[in-house]
């Protein structure tokens, strides 16, 4: 009964989930990507995927419209920084002015999230933050990673051709930020572009690309995985002009050594992190069980061919997860002894701990020193899954299943990339507004919040609602996507108003399921705590 106590006095007086205690260094970098070639998944689509866990991103998602610009039209650049500490009390980030580039003469649709994701041609990106070496970041660059995804979407209509402008605007314009993995998909395959800045005081970056084998997936969790380049293989890999001269002249990379490899050249320390690792094996383990891969090994393949078929109720359930039922569930020490006097895990058992509480419990831990680190956490800000579909026309076949906070107690709705328009609630960003009811991700943040404190009881109770809810979006828009094709050869306008308005009332309806689904268990568990 102490034990018991002591659990609902900790669980209660922490601070809210809403409240992030996320610091600069570390915020933006705990994001997992997972990626699926073409032959791997169920229906023959490409996928890339992104959760964005910094805890200071903006929470809204705009439609970028497609444009055409004159001759001498630039494009401005920003990066983004903390904003000051006197903007209203949540944490985020504000845009610095970093210069401009000339402009394109035409620019793609694109949705526009803090990482912008996809675009109206079916290229999509994912993003996973990896650090680096300290002494690679320049403040001289002026491109970051929200402004290369962008540029990306605006310019490109390939995961290929993306990389190549990539390298090219970063060769002359300069990288501002630290190492970054970006995971791009297009209608036919999907990559994954690793950069890091080129030292103090340059211009430029260094950079390398891997191909994922079509009927393989892969996964990146905050760690550099690009490890041997086969230079000779220009279709499974890409790479900067100075991918190992930098290495060689700041001594990390001694062709005495033998093989040349990126990961340790550039980010040997996010190797080393348990964390990231843990969450690569547990993609791998979820995806294809039967390699049974160690969970404590130091580098795990590139990439898997998986078991079966990847669908994307397959994708939801790897980012749901939080290590339940294996031995790194981090509720496992929390037990109570039930009416039968069986010790059990305690309902105020939570799996998305903060770092004290994992301390308290001895949990175990090794994510920059704030404990275990599981694919579901209470800071993500919202998560993507992209499918890209070289099947369907690009008005059709570019679809972003998109989630806002924590998977694990919330539902990603269907957004097509070609929509007029999103609903308000969707474009209004709660980190700006504080907490508001025009702002979707806060219905969803408050549901996450409270359902956390009771995990153990009130997670039926929001699975009771999203599962259902899931598996209707998962089987009405099919039905949709027909009627839109039926109608987009007579009438392109009518089809793109069928999935505008089908996002519209999908988006609108989750919204207001996690509203109700907050009161109800607010009232439900009213004296229970």
């Known amino acids: 009964m102490k034990r018991f106590f002591t659990i609902l006095i900790v669980l209660l007086v922490t601070s809210s989930y809403a409240q992030v205690d996320v610091d600069s260094e570390t915020a933006g970098m705990e994001c997992t990507s997972v990626t699926v070639g073409k032959k791997a998944s169920a229906d023959g689509s490409v996928m890339t995927s992104h959760t964005d866990d910094s805890g200071r991103s903006r929470t809204n998602m705009l439609v970028e419209k497609a444009a055409d610009h004159s001759k001498d039209a630039m494009q401005e650049l920003y990066k983004r920084v903390n904003c000051p500490a006197d903007t209203p009390s949540m944490p985020r980030y504000c845009n610095q002015y970093t210069g401009s580039i000339p402009q394109v003469a035409h620019t793609y649709q694109f949705l526009n999230t803090a990482y912008p994701c996809m675009n109206e041609k079916q290229l999509a990106i994912g993003e996973s933050t990896f650090g680096g070496r300290g002494e690679l970041r320049s403040s001289e660059g002026k491109i970051d990673c929200p402004m290369l995804c962008k540029l990306m979407l605006q310019r490109c209509t390939t995961a290929r051709e993306a990389i190549r402008t990539a390298g090219e605007l970063l060769k002359e314009y300069g990288w501002c ?7 791009i998909a297009d209608k036919n395959e999907v990559w994954h572009l690793e950069i890091v ?15 994922v084998p079509d009927d393989h997936v892969s ?18 890999f890409m790479y900067s002009d100075n991918v190992v001269s930098v290495a060689e002249e700041n001594g990390w990379y001694d062709k005495k050594q033998g093989v040349f490899r990126f990961a340790y050249a550039y980010a040997p320390e996010s190797r080393a992190m348990l964390a990231c690792r843990r969450r690569e094996w547990r993609v791998f383990d979820l995806l294809a069980p039967s390699l049974k891969l160690d969970p404590n090994a130091e580098n795990y393949p590139f990439s898997v061919k998986p078991d079966s078929l990847v669908t994307v109720e397959d994708m939801i359930r790897v980012f749901h997860d939080y290590y339940e039922g294996t031995e790194y569930d981090m509720r496992k020490t929390l037990t109570v002894t039930d009416k039968d006097g069986k010790s059990v895990i305690s309902p105020l058992a939570n799996p998305f701990m903060k770092y004290d509480e994992q301390k308290l419990f001895r949990i175990n831990g090794g994510w920059h020193g704030r404990g ?17 579909r070289n099947w369907l026309p690009d008005e059709v076949g570019a679809l972003c299943w998109f989630d806002l906070d924590n998977v694990a107690s919330s539902v990603y709705v269907p957004i097509y990339a070609s929509v007029a328009d999103l609903p308000s609630t969707y474009k209004t960003c709660g980190r700006v507004t504080g907490f508001s009811r025009d702002a979707a991700w806060w219905a969803f943040n408050r549901l996450g919040t409270i359902a956390a404190k009771r995990w153990g009881d009130m997670h039926k109770v929001t699975d009771a609602v999203w599962q259902p809810l899931q ?10 996507e027909k009627n839109a094709l ?11 108003r069928l999935l505008t ?5 999908s988006c609108n309806t989750a919204v207001e399921k ?4 907050g009161d109800y268990i607010w009232t439900k568990f009213d004296g229970a705590w």
């Open 501 to 505: 308005d089908y996002t519209a009332k």
């Open 486 to 496: 039926g109608l987009l050869n007579s009438d392109r306008a009518a089809a793109l």
């Open 514 to 517: 996690a509203w109700d689904t």
């Open 177 to 183: 930020d630290g190492g970054e993995c970006l995971t």
């Open 471 to 480: 598996k209707e979006f998962l089987k009405t828009h099919l039905e949709v």
């Open 197 to 211: 800045g080129p030292g103090k005081g340059k211009v430029g970056a260094v950079w390398a690309a891997q191909r």
């Open 219 to 236: 996964v990146n969790a905050n760690a550099s995985r690009i490890l041997e380049i086969n230079f000779k293989d220009k279709d499974f």
């Open 372 to 388: 275990e680190r599981t694919i579901a956490v209470h800071f993500t800000v919202y998560a993507t899954i992209l499918q890209c």
